[in-house]
């Protein structure tokens, strides 16, 4: 039987062989980092190398990394309202988010729903700046979460003019790096982020590990989440998940060296799948196509085709890809990203993402293109004959 062809990079990748090593390395340790003996500063030692490898993927200080259980709980810390900077400790009076940010950070952190704005995206998926601008002039202290690239289309947004807009209105600017890191370069100084979230199963660590970075010293959270020990320099409390962490630092150094060589493999494979099913299905909406895309993803949809059945027959095929539509208790809701980029509801309920990786082969993106010939040919047939059917 064929090997399975793993395309949902987006949810999650393999672990590195790097990070399985470092892990399998620290569960062996016995201390714990916050004791004093040679014990505990063994495993301490492993924490803080992995911070300084989390620090240079993004080009920020080891002491400005706070490492948590995930990416989900570093968006939830970073969207307080009681975040201090050295020169303002008022409350941040708003919170502005894109529409199309991560449930993690569209859940709103520990701001009052009444006081969270959405900030448009265009069709292809990129915030409206000039609305954002507006928006921001209207608070006093507002904060506002961007993500770099977007989990469903890969969409990069812009940062950089967005950082320097919230800056002017004497704002703070939060970015969702999740789907960014390792995959396009990710310089918290030059995005000009005051806070970034990383998680490690996207770039080859483990799952359950992130990280909350700050692009300024003088950040502060008088609320962290979780008191207790003081672990993470009173950020997060809890003896710290060494064997997650190490992982996390050894895949953020391979991320950050292996990262040019690796984006150019993905775009290559990427733009090779996108070639492949307009040819055979000229029909093919790819979202976002317009835009600036991370190197490993595509989100397409052909009218008439359903994601669900789509992903079923790619799995009954050996192929592992997903929806752009989220699906709970077996219900499946419209990709709020795709609504917001104005995607009409029956379109939106076709779109598959495909997300490649560091380990994908050109061999993998043919039999690929295989499977969609069979997939496509096999739905849109039935879908038509459904349509006779009901008229
Ligand atoms: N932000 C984005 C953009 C994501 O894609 C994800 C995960 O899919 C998260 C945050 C949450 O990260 P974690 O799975 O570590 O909680």
């Not at 669900?308 to 790619?314: C, D, G, P, R």
Request: aromatic share 4%.
């Amino acid at each position: 039987m064929a090997e399975r062809i793993y395309f949902d990079w987006n949810a999650t990748a393999p672990l590195r062989p790097e990070a399985q090593r470092a892990s399998q390395d620290a569960l062996a340790l016995t201390g714990n980092p916050s004791s004093v003996h040679a014990e505990g500063r063994a495993a301490r030692h492993v924490i803080e190398h992995a911070r300084e490898e989390v620090a240079s993927l993004v080009a920020a200080r080891p002491a400005d990394v706070f490492f948590t259980s995930s990416g989900t709980e570093a968006n939830m810390l970073a969207l307080s309202p009681a975040i201090e900077t050295a020169g303002e400790k008022r409350p941040r009076d708003r919170l502005f988010l894109s529409a199309i940010e991560h449930s993690s950070v569209r859940a709103g952190g520990r701001f009052l729903r009444d006081v969270i704005e959405d900030i448009p995206v265009d069709a292809d998926g990129r915030v409206n700046l000039a609305v954002l601008a507006d928006a921001v002039a209207r608070a006093s202290r507002p904060l506002v979460s961007l993500m770099l690239a977007n989990n469903e289309t890969g969409v990069v947004q812009p940062v950089a003019e967005a950082a320097a807009i919230v800056h002017a209105a004497g704002g703070l600017l939060h970015v969702d790096a999740v789907q960014a890191a390792g995959r396009i370069p990710c310089d918290i100084g030059m995005l000009g982020a005051d806070l970034l979230t990383l998680s490690a199963h996207k770039i080859g660590g483990s799952k359950g590990v992130g990280a909350l970075v700050r692009g300024r010293e003088d950040i502060h959270f008088p609320d962290p989440l979780i008191r207790g020990g003081g672990q993470e320099r009173g950020m997060r409390a809890g003896t710290e998940n060494v064997a997650g962490i190490a992982a996390f630092g050894a895949a953020a150094g391979a991320a950050r060296r292996q990262l040019a060589g690796e984006a150019a493999h993905m775009l290559a494979l990427r733009n090779r799948l996108e070639a492949g099913i307009y040819a055979d299905s000229p029909k093919t909406v790819i979202f976002g196509a317009g835009a600036e895309r991370l190197p490993n993803t595509t989100l397409f949809s052909l009218e008439g085709v359903k994601a669900q059945t789509a992903i079923i027959a790619f799995d009954l095929a050996g192929v592992a890809v997903s929806s752009g539509a989220a699906c709970s208790s077996g219900k499946v809701q419209p990709s709020h990203v795709l609504a917001a980029m104005g995607v009409s509801p029956a379109l939106a309920r076709g779109a598959v993402r495909v997300s490649l990786g560091w380990t994908t082969t050109p061999d993998e993106a043919e039999r690929f293109l295989g499977a969609w010939r069979m997939v496509a040919s096999a739905l849109s047939r039935s879908s038509r004959g459904q349509h006779g059917m009901a008229a």
